[in-house]
């Protein structure tokens, strides 16, 4: 990378405006969104079943149906994020988070997505922020979700990949 310039903040959102060397030697500019680290959490309850919350997203002009999700304060420890947010959305608690490893979304995010299967489920309180106010938590088979996730279904990428990765993860694909 030769120049970096940042554009424009929001909280823990900027936009830069970089200039980029490419293998061939031509310089070319390339926008980064630099966002925050999340986390995306698959319940699994013994009975194989998993918890899906529904919300609207503003900027998609749609409801969508996405495992529990969150994004990280600032150095926070993603398992302890994860918890928080499955706490927060479901009002469930989890004994054992599990990583299914990280992703990534549109290549000019920085941002990491660590993803985690929550076992050993309790009840516990909800605590929905205020944008959260028209979530729905829906409680259905994990194989339901991931048919779901699929077929199209369930449009949130990282929702899909985290439903995959549960999957594989419980031996059900």
């Given at each position: 990378?030769?120049?970096?310039?940042?554009?424009?903040?929001?909280?823990?959102?900027?936009?830069?405006?970089?200039?980029?060397?490419?293998?061939?030697?031509?310089?070319?500019?390339?926008?980064?969104?630099?966002?925050?680290?999340s986390v995306?959490?698959?319940?699994?309850?013994?009975?194989?079943?998993?918890?899906?919350?529904?919300?609207?997203?503003?900027?998609?002009?749609?409801?969508?149906?996405?495992?529990?999700?969150?994004?990280?304060?600032?150095?926070?420890?993603?398992?302890?994020?994860?918890?928080?947010?499955?706490?927060?959305?479901?009002?469930?608690?989890?004994?054992?988070?599990?990583?299914?490893?990280?992703?990534?979304?549109?290549?000019?995010?920085?941002?990491?997505?660590?993803?985690?299967?929550?076992?050993g489920l309790?009840?516990?309180?909800?605590?929905?922020?205020?944008?959260?106010?028209?979530?729905?938590?829906?409680?259905?088979?994990?194989?339901?979700?991931?048919?779901?996730?699929?077929?199209?279904?369930?449009?949130?990428?990282?929702?899909?990949?985290?439903?995959?990765?549960?999957?594989?993860?419980?031996?059900?694909?």
């Amino acid at each position: 990378m030769l120049t970096q310039q940042e554009v424009g903040r929001k909280g823990q959102f900027a936009v830069r405006d970089d200039m980029i060397r490419l293998p061939s030697g031509e310089e070319v500019p390339y926008v980064v969104v630099v966002s925050p680290d999340s986390v995306f959490v698959v319940p699994h309850f013994e009975n194989r079943d998993t918890l899906l919350v529904r919300q609207w997203r503003h900027a998609w002009d749609a409801s969508s149906w996405e495992v529990p999700a969150g994004t990280l304060a600032r150095g926070e420890d993603p398992q302890l994020g994860a918890l928080r947010e499955l706490e927060e959305e479901t009002g469930f608690r989890a004994e054992r988070m599990t990583s299914l490893g990280v992703a990534h979304g549109a290549a000019i995010l920085t941002g990491t997505a660590h993803l985690y299967l929550a076992e050993g489920l309790s009840e516990s309180k909800q605590n929905l922020e205020a944008y959260e106010q028209d979530m729905e938590v829906m409680r259905l088979p994990l194989q339901e979700a991931l048919e779901a996730a699929l077929s199209g279904d369930i449009g949130h990428s990282t929702s899909v990949t985290s439903l995959a990765r549960a999957a594989r993860a419980l031996k059900l694909i």
